[in-house]
């Protein structure tokens, strides 16, 4: 009965370990910067961790406008700005481990001659990828993470972009701060954006990312327009709006995401110790 206890305690342990693997909080950097992956004090703003230089096999860097972690697959996905030409307006896979970069491909979106990056990405529930475009206004996307194609949903009638940040709530709202006095919902059907509030800024600026943790929490990634642009992490309201500042992050940071736990993780640990469990109970 001991052993039984005991593995119970550590099949909790581990349960509990997974959980916590989903409240780590991963930045990226653009913003006239070259691209670094960093996590972040989810609680303060803090950086953790310097991860390292997004870079591709060939070292080519990527700065980040928008980070997403596929749900089911776990795979962390990123949107890279326009500020270098050889890494402009793509879809790219990216090892949260070791910051390297692989090229998905090119958005196809934007403007003749002006290509158009994603200002932020979000996944529903179901694996659905979504972004901002930069050019044209801030119109929501949809995305095919195989191709990296972009395809418009239809227009916000709003004309400039300042920020773009999106966030799929756990109901399947969008959210989003399409502009630096923004702060409303797309309908992810027409596209259309509805206002709810100006947010507070605690740097100025613009709010760049968004993201919902695991427990529905909604955060803001609050970037300045004074270089190098200083950050804050916030928490918003989606409601009403209201922001809660957390504190400041690194400068630059351009792109927010909460990672989720290894697909499978859990219930390959699961049946081999159901199955020492009943071996245990037939010993007593």
Known sequence: MKSYLMLTGAVV????????????LYGATAAGSPGELYILNSATGAVIQDVGPLNDALAQNYPITGLAFHPITGVLYGSTGNSVAAAAAKLVTIDP???LVTVVGSFNAGNAGTPATMTDLAFTAAGALYGVGSVGGPQLYSINPATGQATIIGSTGLISTTGGGLAIGAGGNFYGTPTSTRFGTYNPITGAYTDIANP????GGTYAGLE??????????NLG???PPPTHLVTLNPTTGAVTDLGAS?????AIAFAVPEP???TMLLPAGFGLLNRRRKGC
Do not use: W
Not at 200 to 203: F, G, I, R
Not at 212 to 221: K, P, Q, S
Not at 250 to 254: F, G
């Open 13 to 24: 342990a581990i349960s509990f370990a997974t959980q916590a693997d989903a409240a780590v």
């Open 225 to 227: 327009s004074t270089p």
């Open 200 to 203: 507070a800024k605690p740097v």
């Open 97 to 99: 481990v070791t910051a």
């Open 250 to 254: 690194a400068t630059s940071l351009d």
């Open 212 to 221: 919902f943790d695991g427990a529905g929490a909604l955060y803001g990634l």
């Open 264 to 266: 499978g993780a859990l």
